[in-house]
């Protein structure tokens, strides 16, 4: 079956613009995660999503961050006003949790997001 | 706030030279440890979770095991293929109690071995 895809896999963006990035769950999870991985920080949470709402937005850096979640499915993370410290590698993860007990997340490849 | 330290940062190993990796956690309350390996340009691949102090987990050449305070990732025989950074991961309950499930990451282990 299809894992986790995300879109684009690179986006190259000047300062000042807004960015939208895609990521598309495995069929039937209704858990989905955006994390962040930068040079030297690791992987970052940014934000949880159990069907199409947000309880946990906890790791969102900024009120320039914002992600939604339609029809239980595609999620799209929106950073406005790129700043360069926004460049990372933008990770998405689905798990079926908590229907099932464990928490098992599959992650897509990523959009390496440059900010010039 | 949750804690996770891996050691060592990077470990360079010949073929068929076991070793192991170690990931310290402090959590509040730990639902779930969990091991990934990412390999450059990828997204990190699921390996274990270990849910329970002693508990082990084992795939191919490689044993996760757990304790209150650590985990260990036992590489045995390793293969060049087994080269990656290796993750650690912790799920602890959100600060009201409730557990969304987010992973806190430690900063990994770069896995090297030679032919």
């Known amino acids: 079956g299809a894992g986790v895809s995300q879109s684009p896999s690179n986006k190259v963006t000047e300062k000042g613009k807004d960015v939208e990035l895609r990521c598309d769950p495995i069929?039937?999870?209704?858990?989905l995660y955006w994390y962040r991985q930068s040079l030297g920080q690791g992987l970052e949470f940014l934000i949880y999503?159990?069907?199409?709402?947000?309880?946990?937005k906890s790791g969102l850096p900024s009120d320039r961050f914002s992600a939604e979640r339609t029809g239980g499915s595609v999620s799209t993370l929106t950073i406005q006003r790129t700043q360069q410290e926004d460049s990372a590698v933008y990770l998405c993860?689905?798990?079926?949790?908590?229907?099932?007990?464990?928490?098992?997340?599959?992650f897509g490849p990523g959009t390496r997001l440059t900010v010039l | 706030e949750d804690q996770v330290t891996q050691s060592p940062e990077a470990l360079r190993l010949q073929e068929g030279e076991s070793s192991s990796l170690n990931c310290s956690y402090t959590v509040s309350g730990l639902r779930g440890l969990f091991w990934y390996r990412q390999d450059p340009g990828k997204g990190p691949e699921f390996l274990f979770t270990?849910?329970?102090a002693g508990e082990e987990k084992e795939k191919e050449r490689l044993k996760a095991t757990l304790t209150k305070k650590e985990s260990f990732l036992h590489i045995t025989a390793p293969k060049p293929e087994d080269s990656a950074t290796y993750l650690c991961?912790?799920?602890?309950?959100?600060?009201?109690?409730?557990?969304?499930?987010?992973?806190?990451f430690g900063q990994g282990t770069i896995l090297t071995v030679h032919p």
């Open positions: 270990l849910y329970s």
């Open positions: 999503f159990q069907g199409n709402s947000a309880p946990d």
């Open positions: 991961a912790v799920q602890a309950p959100h600060a009201g109690g409730t557990s969304y499930g987010k992973l806190t």
């Open positions: 069929s039937g999870h209704t858990a």
């Open positions: 993860a689905s798990s079926s949790w908590p229907t099932r007990g464990d928490n098992e997340q599959f």
